[in-house]
């Protein structure tokens, strides 16, 4: 097509730079190139039915390694994983499934698992006889004044009874208790009070029906949790004897990184990722609010960012002008669980990381809208600025808009933790983000073509500067679904599956990094609350407020050190 005159538009708002091309024809009015039918011919396969959504773990996540270590192979890579291999194993727990000793029996009358109960998905493991007791709600907030176990006694051993329903305005977010309502807090008090298990039930007007979520990487409580529907029946059988087992067994699984080498005799390599997995049939975060589970082919998310880098290595292999750095690319797997393929790999590098000069990462790239692509960790380098605009070509329709963190919620992380500079391409969510609406007729393969041609670009133009210098950023990626009062400063690795919260990464000026936090300390204790995960990190960072001071015990090479902390 014939583009008209571009004007470059530069602008610099507090050190973020935004690069606008102000084009007078639409981008929908580009007509296909040649090289549009390899980048669709990839989304195509990886994003068909027969890869099953490519969950990590899976048949389909392996047919998707095995044909992106087909196409490194075509592009003359050399393998990089293990064993001179392009496939990288690493561990994965994906969460629970339920097992076959799973028993609820009251007053000689024998309930249908799954139906009539089921184990929650932080349930310990176990069999329990006991008296049920009822406890109310299970709470406890001093604070408020609340303290439904208040006046109960010889509660040991017992079997306690718990509303999951919350109590009037506890679902104000402003009220003292609301945080004490989740049901993992509520079984945990229920466990400290003596409790041998826990019997959900809901009853009253506010009702609430737990579902449990077996994907859920949770540390179990030492013992069994479970919900039931017959309400009736429990309350009918309250100081009386029951009999609870609950098996809920580790699904455990392998996932592969991909890795393939360009090894061209330099001095330093740009490391060149996209992960792979996707969300299978509905796991790990899907938004599918359909009852029948269904498959998420991810075309966007990130069928489209693995085909970008292929064609990218393909790139690369045929130009001399390439040639004064070496390129390892990276299909990451286990992203969607928590960046646990990137995590492992900038732990268990294949090439020294000291050698690596940047890292480049394709995460949804196929639904340019607004002629928008989003560069995430232009901070993480001075050198980015400079190089960006040299690299935009001059009839370019793509306007670029540009945040310096270098912590977000894909792979660069993992790359930024390690001190090195990163850039992660996106063009933005959609409504069939998470959702098995993702499909490949839905993506703007131009845009894909431009994205490519852009990176390839950058990479050209980055040849002839010397390695490029780190620097670290303030973080801006958002907070999780729950808010906090104050906030620690440290990038937990959701990886991780022992006991405690393990840190990847301290934030620059937070409170962590004042206190001493360094990475793969693990936080078993704040304040006077345990942490075996997570959760619990979240429960006892919850109880903290602006301007309160506490120790937190780590576990740091083997043995626990006191830090204090201000927060």
């Known amino acids: 097509m014939k583009y008209l005159t571009a004007k470059a538009v530069i602008t610099n708002v507090k050190k973020t730079f935004i690069v606008l091309f102000v ?8 007509q296909p190139k040649d090289d ?61 499934f339920y097992g076959k000793n799973n028993q609820l029996l009251v007053k000689r009358e024998s309930m249908q698992a799954g139906t009539d109960f089921y184990a929650l998905e932080f349930s310990g493991n176990g069999k329990v006889s006991g008296k049920l007791e009822a406890v109310g709600h299970g709470i406890v907030s001093p604070d408020e004044g609340v303290d439904d176990y208040k006046g109960k006694k010889k509660l040991e051993g017992k079997i306690f009874v718990i509303e999951t329903a919350t109590p009037i305005n506890g679902n104000n977010p402003h009220s003292g208790i609301a945080q004490f309502t989740d049901l993992r807090h509520k079984a945990k008090i229920a466990q400290e009070r003596g409790a041998s298990a826990v019997l959900f039930i809901n009853s009253g007007e506010n009702k609430d029906t737990p579902i449990p979520d077996y994907t859920r990487r949770i540390q179990s409580l030492n013992i069994p949790v479970v919900f039931t529907t017959k309400t009736k029946q429990i309350k009918k059988a309250l100081r009386k004897k029951a009999t609870l087992s609950t098996e809920l067994i580790a699904d455990e699984r392998k996932g592969y990184n991909v890795v393939g080498f360009m090894d061209n005799e330099a001095e330093n390599t740009v490391v060149i990722g996209a992960h792979y997995d996707h969300l299978g049939y509905g796991a790990f975060g899907s ?10 082919n991810g075309a966007d998310d990130n069928a489209s960012g693995v085909s970008v880098m292929i064609e990218l290595a393909k790139s690369l292999k045929n130009n001399e002008q390439a040639d004064d750095l070496n390129y390892l690319f990276i299909g990451f797997s ?29 995460d949804m790239v ?21 190089l960006i605009v040299k690299a935009t070509p001059q009839d370019w329709s793509l306007n670029i808009e540009s945040h310096e963190s270098g912590m977000a919620p894909t792979d660069i992380t993992s790359f930024y933790l390690k001190n090195i500079p990163v850039l992660s391409f996106f063009s933005g969510t959609h409504s069939d ?45 958002q907070q999780g679904r729950q808010r906090f009062n104050v906030t620690l400063g440290v990038m937990p690795n959701y990886g991780y599956s022992g006991k405690g919260m393990k840190i990847d990464g301290v934030s620059e000026g937070k ?35 602006k301007g309160d001071k506490t120790k937190v015990v780590v576990e740091r090479k083997g043995e626990e050190v006191e830090l204090d902390v201000e927060f």
């Open 23 to 30: 084009l007078s024809v639409s981008f929908a009015d580009a």
């Open 36 to 96: 549009f039918v390899e980048l669709k011919k990839h989304v195509e396969i990886l994003a068909s039915d027969e890869m099953e959504g490519r969950e990590t773990g899976t048949k389909g996540e392996r047919m998707a390694a095995d044909y992106i270590s087909e196409q490194f192979k075509l592009a003359g890579l050399t393998p990089k994983g293990d064993s001179k291999t392009f496939l990288q194993e690493f561990d994965v727990l994906a969460g629970k």
């Open 287 to 296: 938004l599918h609010t359909g009852k029948e589970p269904e498959v998420h």
């Open 334 to 362: 286990g992203e969607e669980m928590g960046l646990l393929g990137s995590n492992y790999y900038v732990n268990s590098p294949t090439i020294s990381l000291e050698k690596v000069n940047y890292m480049l990462n394709m």
């Open 366 to 386: 196929g639904r340019i809208k607004n002629r928008t692509l989003t560069l995430q960790g232009t901070g993480t380098s001075p050198a980015w600025g400079n």
């Open 433 to 477: 983000y998470h959702k098995p609406a993702d499909d490949p007729e839905k993506l703007n393969y131009y845009g894909m073509s431009q994205v490519h041609d852009f990176i390839y670009s950058l990479i050209l133009t980055s040849q002839s500067e010397d390695k490029l210098a780190f620097t670290k950023t303030k973080d801006s990626q």
């Open 511 to 545: 409170a962590a990094e004042k206190a001493g936090f360094k990475p793969d300390d693990i936080i078993v204790k704040m304040g006077d609350y345990d942490v075996k995960d997570i959760y619990e990190y979240m429960d006892a960072l919850g109880k903290f407020g």
